[in-house]
């Protein structure tokens, strides 16, 4: 009789993504110019990047590699939030998000962002590098 063992936790197993997942919370504030890397320690199920400015709020933009890697900013591979208490929810797998601020509100002092992620229990070494169409090329 042949044995077949129970299929463990990975990326392209559906229960791994299906359970309640681990929180992360960080957030910063950022100033114009100003590009902040979030290294998460297990692969995402999913995130939330919310824009933590005062009044009007910073214009932030969210992607998946630096602004420096590739065509990151002429090809237009990011979510802009620009209001103050903005969010925007990713359903996606990565181990790794940018976020970049391309003005401040010059009213507050409170220009930067909020992020909770629902962590999966894959290990980040396991995730491949997100790079190609529509993220850098």
Not at 57 to 72: E, I, Q
Not at 108 to 128: R, V
Request: with cysteine; charged share 15%; hydrophobic share 35%.
């Amino acid at each position: 009789m042949p044995f077949y063992p129970g299929h463990g936790v990975g990326l392209r197993n559906v229960g791994s993504y299906q359970i309640s997942g681990h929180p992360f919370l960080t957030g910063s504030t950022l100033t114009a110019g100003e590009e902040k890397r979030v290294d998460f320690p297990f692969v995402t199920r999913e995130f939330t990047v919310i824009n933590s400015g005062s009044d009007v709020g910073p214009v932030l933009r969210v992607h998946f590699n630096s602004t420096s890697s590739g065509d990151v900013v002429p090809g237009h591979h990011f979510v802009t939030l620009d209001v103050d208490n903005q969010s925007m929810t990713f359903h996606t797998k990565c181990t790794t998000v940018f976020i970049s601020c391309i003005s401040v509100d010059t009213v507050g002092t409170d220009n930067g962002f909020e992020l909770i992620a629902n962590l999966t229990g894959i290990d980040s070494d396991n995730m491949y590098e997100l790079t190609g169409a529509g993220l850098t090329d």
